[in-house]
């Protein structure tokens, strides 16, 4: 039975009132509930979003007797209709599932392929040297639909039918626009009003709505019905298929119905780094989750617990590590058919980082470092770091029979490529703007071909049992800011709220932007040793996060200060 609304109240009040809590789970660094905000506790399933009506959702879900997955997908057809700048069911979906039965985490990747169309010679012929990053060009097929389907066939328990019904609900009937992403919203105004559909959608009135007022998606909530009908067919092959395939068409793009009904998601194993006995699990490519491993691996060598949290040692150990990655990342990381053979194995390896960590001058910033692999590196590297394109969601679940799901999905710019799809409410994505067209690349445009991707969830695992689910969202900002977050749960010994809380930097381009939490001895530190520091503020994305203690059976939540997310748990 549906719990009423007073009793989600209890949850609430249950949950934000931990602090009364005595109890201290496990004997791990992170374990510790003080902090400096304290992290709700929950035994029966817990949910971070960014949110809050998505993580009720998905609350709702758990206490009705659903699962993780159940409660995950539930939570991200939430978010695609009420933070839309920064997700979409025309968007990419990457996923990691512990699955407690098997006692395995395993990786979905549902991004789209490039249009077959999409061949270095089309884009000559165009008289293109550069990706366009909006527009009908950077329209891949989009993979959210297919990886909904996908868990739940998989590890959930109920249809897709019933999961979406709390989005279509809120796209019809609408819902209050928090401040954060009417904010996002209005700043991609001239993006939406250069497109006429995009504009009738979510341009009410010519303008962006505002902080506080009601915003409804008629054409989306049919969309959604239709698939929650049909099933995810509707969306690559009937109806919705179609009216896509026919508006790339009026404009001159690539995508076509062969291309949407050739899409299948498809299940990888994760890669996976020990980071000082914790098991640290991301995606492969064609996403850059190993450029966190790398980075973890070249810290592992320092005692970077004894440098101090945000010290100057620390922020430029990291800021280097971060650029030796990145160097790679450049080289390398394509669609992981195109990527030099054996490269992956390589770059996250412990011994290639013992080779590479005496290049960090713990004195003196690099400008730059080369790519590190000898083999098959016979393309020039192409630095993306100055395109901060990568407006995401992420979301983790957690129920009380030990699933647990890291889930990230997004359209790549604010409003993805800027298009709305005919009259389905839908806004397509501009993933394709992560190509190049730098002749011999591995990422460089191809026909059905998957482009560099910043996608990355995560998990850490203690002993072979989940420990703490999290990402962060912002583009390139995501590896980056992984392994801080996992440097300041095992190292420094953070709770799972004040590690996402606790100030980051992000390395961007020649500069190292960092936030205003950061001290200004520490800043000038930095700036002796050769950093150019500017302010993060904006730049170094949201964290959610669950950890699950072992011993104690708790779930403990994160969400978030920079967001409008909630964690939430019974």
Do not use: C
Request: hydrophobic residues 40%; neutral net charge.
């Amino acid at each position: 039975m549906r719990p009423s609304f007073p009793a989600l109240i209890g949850v609430l009040v249950l949950v934000t009132s931990s602090s009364a809590q005595t109890i201290v789970p496990g004997d791990r660094p992170a374990g510790n509930i003080r902090g400096t905000r304290s992290a709700p506790l929950a035994r029966h399933g817990m949910i971070a979003t960014s949110q809050s009506l998505a993580s009720v959702a998905g609350l709702r879900v758990l206490q009705e007797g659903g699962n993780a997955i159940d409660a995950a997908i539930t939570a991200a057809a939430v978010l695609s209709v009420v933070e839309p700048s920064m997700n979409g069911i025309g968007g990419d979906l990457f996923a990691l599932v512990y699955d407690a039965k098997s006692r395995k985490v395993y990786g979905l990747d549902s991004s789209g392929r490039s249009s077959h169309l999409a061949t270095p010679a089309e884009f000559a012929r165009r008289a293109l040297t550069r990706m366009p990053e909006d527009g009908p060009l950077p329209v891949d097929v989009p993979g959210v639909i297919e990886g909904w389907s996908q868990l739940l066939s998989r590890f959930g328990t109920r249809p897709l039918s019933q999961v979406l019904q709390p989005a279509i609900g809120y796209a019809r009937e609408g819902f209050g626009v928090h401040e954060i992403v009417a904010g996002d919203w209005a700043a991609s105004a001239k993006k939406l009003s250069g497109d006429p559909a995009a504009a009738n959608t979510f341009l009410p009135g010519g303008r962006a709505p505002r902080a506080g007022e009601l915003f409804q998606n008629e054409n989306l909530a049919k969309s959604l019905e239709l698939i929650a009908k049909e099933g995810r067919d509707a969306f690559y092959k009937g109806a919705i298929a179609k009216a896509i395939a026919g508006d790339m068409k009026s404009r001159d793009g690539l995508l076509d119905l062969e291309d949407l009904a050739a899409h299948q998601a498809e299940w990888l194993e994760p890669i996976s780094t020990n980071y000082r006995g914790y098991d640290v699990f991301e995606m492969p490519p064609s996403t850059q989750g190993f450029v966190a491993l790398e980075m973890l691996n070249l810290m592992e060598g320092f005692d970077v617990k004894a440098m101090g949290h945000n010290s100057a040692d620390y922020l430029h150990l990291v800021a280097e590590a971060k650029k030796i990655a990145f160097a790679d990342r450049s080289a390398y990381l394509a669609d992981r058919d195109f990527m030099p053979k054996g490269a992956l194995r390589t770059l996250i390896s412990k011994d290639y980082a013992t080779k590479r960590r005496p290049e960090i001058d713990m004195a003196k910033a690099h400008a730059s470092y080369a790519a590190g692999l000898s083999d098959g590196d016979t393309s020039a590297p192409v630095d993306f770091a100055g395109r901060d394109l990568g407006d995401t969601i992420y979301m983790t679940v957690a129920d009380g029979q030990g699933n647990v799901v890291s889930l990230i999905q997004s359209l790549f710019d604010s409003f993805g490529a800027g298009i709305v799809a005919g009259d389905t409410g839908i806004t397509l994505h501009n993933r394709g703007a992560g190509f190049v067209l730098t002749p011999g690349h591995p990422n460089q445009i191809g026909p059905g071909k998957r482009p560099l991707h910043t996608l990355v969830p995560a998990m850490i695992l203690k002993d072979g049992r989940p420990w703490v689910s999290f990402g962060v969202m912002g583009g390139d900002n995501q590896g980056q800011a992984h392994a801080q977050v996992v440097a300041n749960l095992v190292d420094f010994g953070m709770n799972v709220r004040d590690a996402g809380d606790a100030a980051r930097m992000r390395h961007m381009g020649a500069n190292l932007a960092v936030e205003s939490g950061i001290e200004a001895e520490v800043r000038k530190a930095l700036e002796l040793r050769g950093h150019r520091i500017t302010d993060a503020r904006g730049f170094v994305g949201g964290y959610q996060a669950v950890l699950i203690d072992s011993k104690t059976g708790l779930l403990m939540g994160g969400s978030d200060l920079r967001k409008d997310g909630l964690a939430i748990g019974w």
